[in-house]
């Protein structure tokens, strides 16, 4: 049976390539291969398109005009961003690529490119498309034996603030103490997945130069820089401490639109319980206090509640919960429901509580709550009769999307579509966040290809959310917390696999190198004292672990400055290099959430503008100019 090769979706004049003599006889050659064995025919389809898709798509780049009209379009659009989305933000998404460093964002762009047959470098992701874009600084306050500056005086609401003898420096003394500040970083880091080190952090937190995805949680979520491993507190705490906790609560901007009446959603591809949702809703001295078995003896007789007991208990009202992390909710050792023979994967409360019992005692009667742990319940459920929603998909983090079981585990854009239709049903709004917490993973790991697949799908979550909500009335900001001491390079040519080879050998041991490379991390190999020869293994594995540097069983973070993409009511105020603590203020101050009102004139409703001058002009002003 004569099989017809389907066409792609190509623009109109990809489509007049179709009958150049090159075309035609690519298109001839890939039909031949597929009808001589249907199990050639992605191979034929392939073939056939190529010549339309990249040998013709260079012959357009050698014309000048091709590139004049491009830059042409570009400043047309430009132009028209000159017209201020000056809005009410009803809604607010904050999708948070965890450790997705321009390299790694870059590296997507032409995974995701390659993964539809194109070279993959003139790609466009979602959030390519956004139109501002700003560079965050992570870094962490400074740690050191420094006078107390006093309480903070925080524009958005925040537990109250005491002095400590062991606090952040103020900002303005920082570039006084540059010279001699360094000895007082530590030197250490943590990995994203358990511990394996105490952590360090500059993107940055207040006492490291390379950040970890606790304090920099903190920061792009409560608006206020804190130490690397602490989260919804203040640099007043310090890591592991629980006596140096009360106090020193800062509040998130979940809770500012929750306060609000706004409809609020987290959304994560980690355990609930991980380093950045955690900071949307608890107060916690050490982010490895998953349930009250990891924590110390010393911390609960102090009376500090672990994560996962707290994120039922602080915001008892978050319309939507999903991700992994399920053992934590359950008493030691009960059986999970999914992997009954595994003993890791089994309940860890010493408390004995049942956390899902909780969650539920705490819905009204006349509200429809849902528990659900595997895609099939998710999928069933009729989204706009449900109330609350708690998904618990795994006993810890999800499933790497390239390992991901199609029953068991929903997607990242699957679990956003049924988080968005559930929050869109309040008239007031809603907050969502969303994490795509395994490109983390990926990276630490030294496994490349897992971390670039999830930031794709991350990419698509970001296009499915674009999907069902309106610039007018909604800001979406995607960023990362941090970058990897990820890259590739090698003087790769055009449509070269992402994971593929560079084009010539090491000139030093002439040995090839994949495009791909870490800084450090497990894929350091000597092989009869001499650096493995990749040609020798299959480098395109899954799980490959990319060559680095120098030999760490856990790949670190990099420190240098993350991408901040905005678009929607006051997306605008992103915009040159900020701190990363500035980001929460714009949300808050686009949606009129938190304390900072003065500009939200009486009576505007979310989505429209407000009327006068004053919010025009408030939102042309540096925001530091107005605090």
Same mark, same amino acid.
């Given at each position: 049976?004569r099989?017809?090769l389907?066409a792609?979706?190509?623009?109109?004049?990809?489509?007049?390539d179709?009958?150049?003599?090159?075309?035609?006889? &690519?298109?001839?050659?890939?039909?031949?291969?597929a009808e001589s064995d249907?199990?050639?025919?992605?191979?034929g389809?392939?073939?056939?398109w190529?010549?339309v898709?990249?040998?013709?798509g260079k012959?357009? %780049?050698?014309?000048?005009k091709?590139?004049?009209?491009?830059?042409?379009?570009?400043?047309?659009?430009a132009?028209?961003?000159?017209?201020l989305?000056?809005?009410?933000?009803?809604?607010v998404?904050?999708?948070?690529?965890?450790g997705?460093?321009v390299?790694?964002?870059?590296?997507?762009?032409?995974?995701?490119?390659q993964l539809?047959?194109?070279p993959?470098e003139?790609?466009?992701?979602?959030?390519?498309?956004? *139109?501002?874009?700003?560079?965050?600084?992570?870094?962490?306050p400074l740690?050191?034996?420094?006078?107390?500056p006093?309480?903070?005086?925080?524009?958005?609401p925040?537990?109250?603030c005491?002095?400590?003898?062991?606090v952040?420096l103020?900002?303005?003394?920082?570039p006084v103490?540059?010279?001699?500040a360094?000895?007082l970083?530590?030197?250490?880091?943590?990995?994203g997945?358990e511990?394996?080190?105490?952590a360090?952090?500059?993107t940055?937190?207040?006492?490291?130069?390379?950040?970890?995805s606790?304090?920099?949680?903190t920061?792009?979520?409560?608006?206020?820089k804190?130490?690397?491993?602490t989260?919804? +507190?203040?640099?007043?705490?310090?890591?592991?401490?629980?006596?140096?906790?009360?106090?020193?609560e800062?509040?998130?901007?979940?809770?500012?639109?929750?306060d609000a009446?706004k409809?609020?959603g987290i959304?994560?591809?980690?355990?609930v319980n991980h380093?950045?949702?955690?900071?949307?809703?608890?107060?916690?001295a050490?982010r490895d206090w998953?349930?009250?078995?990891? &924590?110390?003896?010393?911390?609960?007789?102090?009376?500090?509640?672990?994560?996962?007991y707290?994120?039922?208990? @602080?915001v008892?009202d978050?319309?939507?919960?999903m991700?992994?992390g399920?053992?934590?909710m359950?008493p030691k @050792?009960?059986?999970d429901?999914?992997?009954?023979?595994?003993?890791?994967?089994?309940?860890t409360?010493?408390?004995?509580?049942?956390?899902i019992?909780?969650?539920?005692?705490?819905?009204?009667?006349h509200?429809?709550?849902?528990f659900v742990?595997?895609?099939?319940?998710?999928l069933?459920?009729? *989204?706009?009769t449900v109330?609350?929603l708690?998904?618990?998909? %795994?006993?810890?983090?999800?499933q790497?999307?390239?390992n991901?079981?199609?029953?068991?585990?929903?997607?990242l854009?699957? &679990? +956003?579509?049924?988080?968005?239709?559930?929050?869109?049903? @309040?008239?007031?709004?809603f907050?969502?966040? +969303?994490?795509?917490?395994?490109?983390d993973?990926?990276?630490h790991e030294?496994?490349a290809?897992?971390?670039?697949?999830?930031?794709?799908?991350?990419?698509?979550a970001?296009?499915q959310?674009?999907?069902?909500?309106?610039?007018?009335?909604?800001?979406?900001?995607?960023?990362?917390?941090?970058?990897?001491?990820f890259?590739f390079?090698?003087?790769?040519p055009r449509?070269n696999?992402?994971?593929g080879?560079?084009?010539?050998?090491?000139d030093?041991?002439?040995k090839p190198?994949?495009a791909?490379?870490?800084?450090?991390?497990?894929?350091?190999?000597?092989?009869?004292? %001499?650096?493995?020869?990749?040609? &020798?293994v299959?480098y395109?594995?899954n799980?490959?672990q990319?060559q680095?540097a120098v030999p760490?069983?856990?790949?670190?973070?990099?420190g240098?400055?993350?991408?901040?993409?905005?678009?929607? *009511?006051?997306?605008?105020l992103?915009?040159?290099?900020h701190?990363?603590?500035?980001?929460?203020?714009v949300m808050?101050?686009a949606?009129?959430?938190g304390?900072?009102?003065?500009h939200?004139?009486?009576?505007?409703t979310?989505g429209?503008?407000?009327?006068?001058?004053?919010?025009?002009?408030?939102?042309?002003?540096p925001?530091?100019?107005?605090?």
């Open positions: 049976m099989q017809t389907p792609p979706g190509l623009p109109p004049s990809a489509e007049r179709l009958h150049s003599p090159g075309a035609q006889a &690519m298109l001839a050659l890939g039909q031949c291969l249907a199990s050639l025919l992605p191979a389809l392939a073939l056939s190529f010549w898709l990249v040998v013709q012959e357009k %780049e050698k014309d000048p091709y590139w004049r009209d491009q830059a042409q379009q570009t400043l047309k659009n132009l028209d961003l000159q017209k989305n000056t809005n009410v933000a009803k809604n998404i904050l999708f948070l690529g965890d997705m460093g390299s790694t964002v870059t590296a997507a762009r032409i995974l995701k490119g539809h047959h194109h993959g003139e790609t466009r992701l979602e959030m390519d498309k956004f *139109p501002f874009v700003a560079l965050s600084k992570a870094l962490s740690r050191a034996p420094f006078p107390s006093g309480p903070s005086a925080l524009p958005y925040c537990g109250p005491s002095p400590s003898p062991r952040s103020s900002p303005a003394l920082a103490l540059e010279s001699w360094p000895p970083l530590l030197p250490v880091f943590a990995s997945q511990r394996q080190q105490k360090g952090t500059e940055y937190n207040t006492n490291a130069q390379v950040p970890d606790a304090g920099t949680a920061a792009y979520l409560c608006g206020v804190a130490n690397e491993g989260v919804g +507190v203040s640099a007043a705490t310090e890591r592991s401490r629980c006596n140096t906790t009360q106090g020193n800062v509040t998130s901007i979940l809770r500012w639109a929750k009446g409809s609020v959304v994560t591809t980690t355990r380093a950045t949702p955690s900071a949307s809703y608890a107060h916690s050490d998953y349930s009250d078995n990891e &924590m110390p003896p010393e911390a609960l007789s102090q009376g500090c509640k672990d994560i996962a707290q994120l039922m208990h @602080n008892r978050i319309e939507v919960i991700g992994g399920r053992k934590y359950y @050792n009960r059986t429901v999914e992997y009954e023979m595994d003993e890791k994967s089994r309940g409360r010493l408390d004995g509580l049942n956390l019992d909780v969650w539920k005692s705490f819905k009204p009667r509200q429809h709550a849902h742990w595997n895609r099939t319940e998710l069933a459920l009729d *989204p706009y109330d609350y708690l998904g618990l998909f %795994e006993p810890g983090d999800m790497y999307e390239l991901r079981n199609n029953v068991t585990d929903p997607s854009s699957e &679990m +956003v579509e049924v988080a968005l239709t559930i929050l869109k049903k @309040n008239p007031k709004g907050f969502l966040l +969303v994490e795509g917490g395994r490109i993973h990926g990276h030294g496994k290809k897992q971390a670039l697949h999830e930031a794709v799908e991350m990419d698509r970001i296009g959310a674009g999907a069902m909500t309106s610039l007018e009335d909604t800001l979406t900001v995607v960023t990362a917390d941090h970058s990897h001491v890259t390079g090698g003087y790769t449509g696999s992402i994971f080879l560079a084009p010539m050998v090491s030093t041991d002439k190198f994949t791909i490379l870490y800084g450090n991390g497990p894929g350091y190999k000597v092989v009869g004292g %001499e650096r493995e020869n990749v040609s &020798m299959d395109a594995h799980n490959y990319a680095s760490l069983r856990h790949e670190t973070h990099g240098e400055d993350v991408a901040v993409f905005a678009k929607g *009511p006051m997306a605008h992103l915009h040159g290099v701190e990363q603590n500035y980001i929460p203020h808050a101050y949606a009129c959430i304390a900072n009102l003065d939200c004139a009486q009576g505007s979310a429209s503008p407000a009327p006068g001058p004053l919010l025009l002009l408030l939102a042309l002003l925001l530091s100019s107005l605090f």
